[in-house]
């Protein structure tokens, strides 16, 4: 069967072995049968550099090397330092924010998907800080345990700011997502980040299109699988 699978927001670490195990499950069976797979982003709830000798990141990456299809990444909001390293060690191709695939015949726009979500200034501003090139280098080379005492705070200070944002803000903006699938010339889209699993029916330019988004590994998997009959979202057990 030919087809072709997409997963994002597993957010695995070390707290969390229930959704390591999932996900090392996915690839050892339905991971198997498809053309690629492509990982949308936040792979690991937070990554502060290819250096970090998590015993985790190591088990994670031999398990991608080993599964014999082409694997594909895009950054997440988490995991946006992921390096060439790390890339070289899973057999992954790293790929930009934005991604157009043709696939059985469709022109598939994917990405993570934080992009969409402008009405949430505050984080769009912070998202602009941290991917300037300089103030990357300058974080992947402080010494590691400076680096996890950073990562911890941000992570705290992200939960705590989260919790005072309403839940329309946190989602993508309708006109954002226009504008993108238009710019890209494609009636598909395909994304994670908002952990609102669906699938979204939409009017573009007089055609029907749609949005297809991810859920988040929390307590069960998500998939998005798309072949020659279309696209579909897909959740089973760890």
């Not at 769009?124 to 280098?137: D, G, N």
């Not at 699993?197 to 939409?202: D, E, G, I, K, W």
Request: proline share 4%; charged share 20%.
């Amino acid at each position: 069967m030919s087809r072709t699978l997409f997963i994002a927001d597993l957010h695995l670490c070390t707290e969390e072995p229930a959704i390591t195990a999932g996900f090392l499950h996915f690839l050892q069976g339905e991971a198997q049968q498809c053309d690629a797979l492509y990982i949308l982003g936040d792979l690991f709830e937070a990554w502060i550099g290819d250096d970090d000798p998590n015993p985790l990141h190591q088990r994670i990456a031999a398990a991608l090397k080993a599964l014999p299809v082409p694997k594909f990444f895009i950054h997440g909001n988490r995991d946006f330092l992921l390096g060439k390293r790390f890339a070289r060690e899973s057999g992954m191709t790293l790929l930009p924010e934005e991604q157009v695939l043709t696939l059985y015949g469709q022109r598939v726009l994917i990405m993570h998907g934080d992009t969409l979500c402008t009405d949430d200034e505050g984080y769009q501003r912070f998202r602009a800080k941290v991917h300037q090139r300089w103030l990357q280098r300058l974080f992947l080379a402080l010494p590691l345990r400076i680096r996890m005492r950073i990562a911890t705070r941000m992570r705290a200070d992200s939960k705590n700011a989260n919790k005072h944002k309403s839940l329309s803000i946190m989602d993508v903006n309708p006109q954002a997502v226009e504008e993108a699938m238009t710019r890209q010339q494609v009636r598909i889209l395909i994304h994670g980040h908002t952990h609102r699993p669906a699938v979204h029916q939409l009017s573009l330019q007089g055609e029907s299109a749609q949005r297809v988004v991810l859920g988040a590994w929390h307590e069960q998997g998500s998939m998005i699988q798309v072949d020659a009959a279309g696209v579909q979202l897909i959740e089973f057990p760890f």
